[in-house]
């Protein structure tokens, strides 16, 4: 059975939610109050209403409690916000995910019982800052405070050598879980016999303070 998914607020993030989830063919139901905001969806969620957010007998009537993964993306309304997830999880909606302002507005979230807490502007401004920063990183996602996984390109120095001879994870405390080759082949879990070539953007995943050690003096 296909989960069902719920997005609260059509703004630029919540609309893009609706229309990435239109693309990988997910049943989604899209809610704002915004009529024309509506209209804009309607192609692309599976079902579109008009209706306020923050209203329970609107909720219930809709169903909501059915879904299995709700996310919410007011903007800047964190009392709307904050409503909306308190609603739903009273409703017992599995997971509710929601677009945070601050990190004030993600610590009340998080006390009345978000499943996770979404910072999306921060989030790519940290990816284009370290991408910025460093010419050798492409991208940069981070897992926690401390641990992130980053694609850097593979420079000269790595030519023609094996997992096995750049021995990485002895060196750097790091590991290549992946890379993709000049020609976009994607190599999956790497064994140790896999030869880097100049160019292969390399998924390496570690520590911060070893994958910048491995940046600096590895590649």
Known sequence: ??????????????????EEFANLDVDVLAIDRNQEVVKKYSNSATYVVQANAIDEASLKGLGIRNVDHALISFGDDIEASVLATMLLKDMGVKQVWVKAVNMYHQKVLEKIGADKVIHPERDIAKRIAHHVVSEKIIDYIELSKDYSIVEIVASKKLHNKT???????????????????????MVISPTAHE?????DMLIVIGHNRDLNRFEEEGV
């Open 195 to 199: 030869t880097i070539e100049q160019g």
């Open 1 to 18: 059975m296909k989960k069902q998914f719920a997005v609260l607020g059509l703004g630029r993030f919540g609309g893009s939610l609706v």
């Open 163 to 185: 997992l096995f001879d750049l021995n990485i994870r002895a060196k750097y405390g790091c590991n290549i879980i992946g890379f993709q080759r000049k020609d976009g082949e």
